[in-house]
Protein backbone atom coordinates (compact mmCIF):
# COMPACT_ATOMS: atom_id res chain seq x y z
CA UNK A 1 0.00 0.00 0.00
CA UNK A 2 1.63 3.56 -1.38
CA UNK A 3 0.52 6.30 -0.80
CA UNK A 4 -0.26 7.37 -4.12
CA UNK A 5 -1.96 4.15 -5.06
CA UNK A 6 -3.98 5.09 -1.89
CA UNK A 7 -4.86 8.62 -2.96
CA UNK A 8 -5.51 7.38 -6.39
CA UNK A 9 -8.68 5.04 -5.21
CA UNK A 10 -9.83 8.30 -3.41
CA UNK A 11 -9.17 10.69 -6.15
CA UNK A 12 -10.84 8.21 -8.57
CA UNK A 13 -13.83 7.72 -6.21
CA UNK A 14 -14.41 11.74 -6.10
CA UNK A 15 -16.61 10.75 -2.57
CA UNK A 16 -16.32 9.49 0.88
CA UNK A 17 -15.46 6.16 1.47
CA UNK A 18 -15.03 4.05 4.64
CA UNK A 19 -11.84 2.47 4.99
CA UNK A 20 -12.95 -1.07 4.64
CA UNK A 21 -14.18 0.13 1.27
CA UNK A 22 -10.82 1.45 0.81
CA UNK A 23 -9.00 -2.07 1.90
CA UNK A 24 -11.49 -4.06 -1.20
CA UNK A 25 -10.03 -1.78 -3.87
CA UNK A 26 -6.19 -1.91 -2.48
CA UNK A 27 -4.23 -4.85 -4.67
CA UNK A 28 -2.96 -6.54 -1.65
CA UNK A 29 -4.20 -7.74 0.87
CA UNK A 30 -3.79 -5.78 4.12
CA UNK A 31 -4.92 -6.06 7.82
CA UNK A 32 -7.70 -4.15 8.71
CA UNK A 33 -5.89 -2.21 11.70
CA UNK A 34 -3.32 -1.20 8.89
CA UNK A 35 -5.15 0.07 6.85
CA UNK A 36 -7.05 2.46 9.46
CA UNK A 37 -3.83 3.47 11.05
CA UNK A 38 -2.70 4.46 7.41
CA UNK A 39 -5.48 6.82 7.08
CA UNK A 40 -5.60 8.23 9.64
CA UNK A 41 -1.69 8.92 9.61
CA UNK A 42 -2.99 10.50 6.00
CA UNK A 43 -5.85 12.50 7.37
CA UNK A 44 -2.92 14.20 10.11
CA UNK A 45 -0.97 15.10 7.15
CA UNK A 46 -4.09 16.88 5.56
CA UNK A 47 -3.82 14.54 2.84
CA UNK A 48 -7.59 13.43 3.72
CA UNK A 49 -10.34 14.96 5.31
CA UNK A 50 -12.62 12.62 7.38
CA UNK A 51 -16.40 12.84 8.56
CA UNK A 52 -18.44 10.65 10.44
CA UNK A 53 -21.43 8.58 8.86
CA UNK A 54 -23.99 6.75 11.46
CA UNK A 55 -21.45 6.59 13.70
CA UNK A 56 -18.65 5.59 11.03
CA UNK A 57 -15.75 7.50 9.58
CA UNK A 58 -15.16 7.84 6.11
CA UNK A 59 -12.70 9.66 4.32
CA UNK A 60 -12.06 11.44 0.81
CA UNK A 61 -8.95 13.29 -0.66
CA UNK A 62 -8.26 17.00 0.26
CA UNK A 63 -6.93 19.96 -1.86
CA UNK A 64 -3.76 19.02 -0.67
CA UNK A 65 -4.07 15.43 -1.27
CA UNK A 66 -4.61 15.99 -4.47
CA UNK A 67 -2.05 18.30 -4.70
CA UNK A 68 0.58 15.63 -3.21
CA UNK A 69 -0.92 13.21 -5.58
CA UNK A 70 -0.20 15.52 -8.61
CA UNK A 71 3.59 15.70 -7.35
CA UNK A 72 4.05 12.13 -6.44
CA UNK A 73 2.78 11.17 -9.81
CA UNK A 74 5.22 13.52 -11.71
CA UNK A 75 8.08 12.50 -9.42
CA UNK A 76 7.60 8.58 -10.51
CA UNK A 77 7.37 9.75 -13.80
CA UNK A 78 10.40 11.62 -14.12
CA UNK A 79 12.34 8.66 -13.12
Given at each position: ???R????????????L????L?????????????????F???????L????????????I?????????F??R????L
Amino acid sequence: MTKREVLEIFYQNERYLAPDGLRRQLREFHHRSSVYSYLFRLHKQGLLSRQRFDGRIAYRISQRGIKRLDFLTRAEDQL
